[in-house]
């Protein structure tokens, strides 16, 4: 491994132009320390710096790439797509395609609309929640994370069932009060918050399986309450699939764990790469959206045919086969990277759900916010910093899960192990 002139000449550059020298805050390495690498391309489960180093990775663009990257199919879709127009701000088969695909493999979407990012698809999921209910306070869960809106970028109170206070400066308090931010695997705390606040609750948000804490999969029972919670008082569950959808199933957390949301939003894997994402789900609460209803929700490029050809291509290859391999694959990274610790004598616990792994530099298990955040960060950011340096590109933060793609072999995966090994030992 070199050690990154090219990247550190980058970052310099980038850091008079961008805010942090990155368009998107986590890529800025803060978390870790030292300064991010910059890739100038990546083929399967390879990422090739601008220095010219060989990583395997472990983010797959923080989920997208499922099939590794550069999969011949998802290109060749991409390529014919391009030279038939890049975007004609008016409806395509191809969009159409994408919907009925996705409704196969999601019977909960009823209906549902393409959007650009995640952000954009939680965003517009609670406006028409809002809309369809006639109410406005929104619950969510320490810990999870649903895109950067204003009403979703909100902290706990103080006590269980009070009104948020803002996460982010530029988020009004007005707003913020209309978030109630509860601990996740909590059934007495959501209780709690219906009983004292039922009416005004328009919708429950959640990460079904969390990957925004690290990966922090639901206590047996939580997520089924959440559903029956919301129906009994009129509001709506609203499942973030973002990262969830179609990693952990072809239909995603919900089809894992045989469930039915009122919502779901989509983003990441769907997408194959692509600035893509969805919302969408029982046909009598999509029916508020424009054009048929009151609730308004436009996008210049949604649809657009060369990201729905991406997400097309990407999900024809999600065979059986594929999640079987990606399980077979994560096992294996979770017992080597558990054994790893344990040899060390490192106060550590592995979570994984599928192809959602983390390392918490603490003893298990994680089930919330409050346990997760007692991890050790220093000892992750230097341990993080020796992964990189033998190669091994993992999310850089404590709180971010890793993600495994179908493209690894049995030896990335013997040579991640054997690297965390020695990383270990020298942190
Ligand atoms: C990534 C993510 C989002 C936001 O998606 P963007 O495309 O980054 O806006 C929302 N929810 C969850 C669960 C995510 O993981």
Not at 132 to 159: I, M, N, P, Q, W
């Amino acid at each position: 491994m070199s050690d990154r002139p090219a990247s550190q000449a980058l970052f310099e550059r980038a850091s008079a132009v961008l805010p942090g020298g990155v368009n998107s805050p986590v890529r800025a390495f803060r978390a870790v320390g030292g300064s991010p690498v910059f890739i100038a391309r990546a083929s399967k489960a390879r990422l090739i710096s601008a220095d010219g180093d060989e990583y395997i990775d472990f983010i797959n663009s923080w989920g997208p790439a499922i099939l590794g990257h550069g999969h011949p199919a998802v290109i060749e879709a991409v390529r014919e797509a391009a030279m038939g127009g890049l975007s004609f701000g008016a409806p395509t088969a191809l969009e159409v395609l994408f919907a009925e695909r996705l409704q196969k493999l999601y019977p909960s979407l009823e209906k549902l609309r393409c959007v650009s990012s995640g952000t954009e698809a939680t965003m517009s999921a609670l406006r028409v929640a809002r809309g369809f209910t006639g109410r406005e306070v929104v619950v969510k869960f320490e810990g999870c994370y649903h895109g950067h809106a204003d009403h979703l970028l909100v902290k706990a109170g103080s006590g269980l069932a009070t009104f948020g206070v803002p996460d982010s400066a530029g988020v009004p308090e007005a707003i913020a009060r209309l978030t109630l931010t509860l601990p996740y695997n909590d059934p007495e705390a959501l209780r709690a918050a219906f009983a004292s606040r039922g009416k005004e609750i328009a919708a429950v948000i959640l990460e079904p399986v969390v990957g925004n804490m690290g990966c922090v999969p639901p206590e047996p029972g939580f997520l089924q309450l959440v559903i029956d919670l919301c129906r009994e008082h009129g509001a709506l569950s609203v499942f973030d699939e973002v990262m969830t959808g179609s990693r952990l199933a072809p239909g995603g957390a919900q089809e894992r764990f045989g469930l039915r949301p009122d919502m779901t939003t989509l983003g990441k894997v769907v997408g194959g790469g692509m600035p893509l994402a969805v919302y969408g789900g029982r046909e009598d609460v999509m029916r508020t959206v424009a054009p048929l209803g009151p609730v308004y929700q436009a996008g210049t490029l949604s649809g657009n045919p060369v990201a729905v050809s991406a997400g097309l291509a990407t999900l024809a290859e999600l065979t059986p086969a594929l999640y079987e391999r990606l399980e077979v694959l994560g096992a294996a990274l979770e017992e080597g990277l558990r054994a790893a610790a344990r040899d060390a004598g490192v106060p550590a616990c592995v979570q994984r759900v599928g192809s959602m792994i983390t390392l918490f530099f603490r003893e298990g298990p994680v089930r919330s916010w409050a346990e997760a955040s007692g991890s050790d960060t220093k000892r992750f950011a230097r341990w993080h910093g020796e992964m990189l340096a033998r190669g091994i590109y993992w999310p850089p933060s404590q709180y971010e899960a890793a993600f495994l793609c179908a493209a690894l072999t049995d030896d990335d995966i013997t040579r991640t192990v054997a690297a965390c090994r020695e990383a270990l030992a020298a942190t």
